[in-house]
T-cell receptor, first 115, second 113 residues
């Protein structure tokens, strides 16, 4: 167990809908990262938050948004869902105490299926 | 942004053989090179990493080598076992910094008994 908690584990929804994925980082970790994993694209970085603020952005669609709350948990919101958004969404956390190169601890992921 | 290419995409070996996976990157300023292992249905987990001030690092049966001049680094697994079967990802720091990683597309390693 990495200490990173993601809910729900599975999510099935229809095109055009909106869903929210939730992540609780390891105790003491200030950074949260969201990654999308699909069969043909590997692990794609979406966005990073550090202590409540957006720190880095990757290939995140405008239909997607995220935030990190004062208790450091994070939510990834996916709207106007399309079939191609079906993927495994991972959250990861790290301490981020000044070092730029840190071990990421991944959650178990949320499998999203858009039908 | 930083590009990282990983080869091969699949690798099949017999138990006891060695396996080598190679990644090339584009940003000569990259200074951190981790490898993550993802077993089927599980989360990615860091198995070994190397920083640019060393050329090789070993941890039991796994090792990582770095060639900064050629901008590539490799994962070496010796005496492979069936439990080594997994997808292996290399990664490099993204240009945005702050511990964000850009991952390779992964190598599926299958170790046959």
């Amino acid at each position: 167990d990495s200490g990173v908690t993601q809910t729900p584990k599975h999510l099935i929804t229809a095109t055009g809908q909106r869903v929210t994925l939730r992540c609780s980082p390891r105790s003491g970790d200030l950074s949260v990262y969201w990654y999308q994993q699909s069969l043909d694209q590997g692990l794609q970085f979406l966005i990073q938050y550090y202590n409540g603020e957006e720190r880095a952005k990757g290939n995140i669609l405008e239909r997607f948004s995220a935030q990190q709350f004062p208790d450091l948990h994070s939510e990834l919101n996916l709207s106007s869902l399309e079939l191609g958004d079906s993927a495994l969404y991972f959250c990861a956390s790290s301490v981020t105490r000044g070092s730029l190169n840190e071990k990421l601890f991944f959650g178990s992921g949320t499998q999203l299926s858009v039908l | 942004g930083e590009n990282v290419e990983q080869h091969p995409s699949t690798l099949s070996v017999q138990e006891g053989d060695s396996a080598v996976i190679k990644c090339t990157y584009s940003d000569s300023a990259s200074n951190y090179f981790p490898w993550y292992k993802q077993e089927l249905g599980k989360r990615p987990q860091l198995i070994i990493d190397i920083r640019s001030n060393v050329g090789e690092k070993k941890d039991q049966r796994i090792a990582v080598t770095l060639n900064k001049t050629a901008k590539h680094f490799s994962l070496h697994i010796t005496e492979t076992q069936p439990e080594d079967s997994a997808v292996y990802f290399c990664a490099v720091p993204a240009n945005s910094g702050y511990s964000t990683l850009t991952f390779g597309k992964g190598t599926m390693l299958l170790v046959s008994p």
